[in-house]
């Protein structure tokens, strides 16, 4: 009989009980949270679709050119991926997952060219993350500031949440005059559901050891 040596790079789970912990390896954990990411990527952006309505009485699918959804998507996946890696400094493998991470993102970028793009998302994700010592230092993400969704006047949220959701927005669809109409009802639903995405991720990943 061969004996083969236990590659140190793949853990199998055997038990997982009720609140506890789940091992896992960094190739793995990556791709379950571009996974999660890229889902609720796309549960965003078609709900930003049903904003088009209002500009022609139906969806207007062209108002959303291809290079912009990579721009959204991009911009949306590093954010989350950015949040998650604060909330698992603790982890002692995190360098491998983050490595991981950013090779898959090299990747994306040539598929996209979006290269110069993630480069400077890469940079000011984590910039604005630091910076916001209210999330950082008292693990506020996101405050609620009015009643009204429909409020013209004042921002439904302030903190973390809505400068991440607006930066991802702004990069995205900053520069595309078709949305204008419609610009302010998007930015709602763009804040709305990274704030949703946010939630779901954290609980996700809080699950899980890399080891």
Not at 77 to 105: C, T, W
């Amino acid at each position: 009989m061969i004996e083969t040596t236990p590659d140190p790079d793949k853990h199998d789970i055997h038990t997982i009980t009720y609140g506890g912990r789940i091992d896992t390896d960094a190739e793995t954990m990556v791709d379950g949270m571009i996974e999660l990411f890229d889902d609720l990527c796309d549960m965003a952006l078609s709900r930003v679709y049903n904003r088009t309505r209002a500009l022609d009485g139906g969806f207007d699918f062209n108002a959303l050119p291809p290079e912009e959804i990579s721009r959204f998507k991009i911009t949306w996946v590093i954010g989350l991926a950015e949040l998650m890696f604060f909330s698992m400094r603790d982890q002692p493998r995190l360098d491998h997952v983050r490595k991981k991470f950013y090779n898959e993102m090299d990747h994306e970028a040539a598929e996209r060219r979006l290269k110069a793009f993630i480069s400077t998302a890469l940079k000011l994700i984590p910039e604005t993350i630091q910076a916001d010592k209210d999330f950082t230092d008292n693990e506020v993400f996101n405050t609620p500031m009015a009643n009204d969704p429909d409020s013209k006047e004042d921002p439904i949220n302030r903190g973390l949440g809505r400068k991440l959701a607006n930066m991802i927005l702004e990069n995205a669809f900053g520069k595309n005059e078709a949305l204008k109409p419609v610009y302010e009802e998007i930015r709602k639903v763009v804040e709305l559901e990274f704030n949703n995405a946010y939630g779901h991720c954290s609980i996700a990943c809080s699950k899980f050891n890399i080891v």
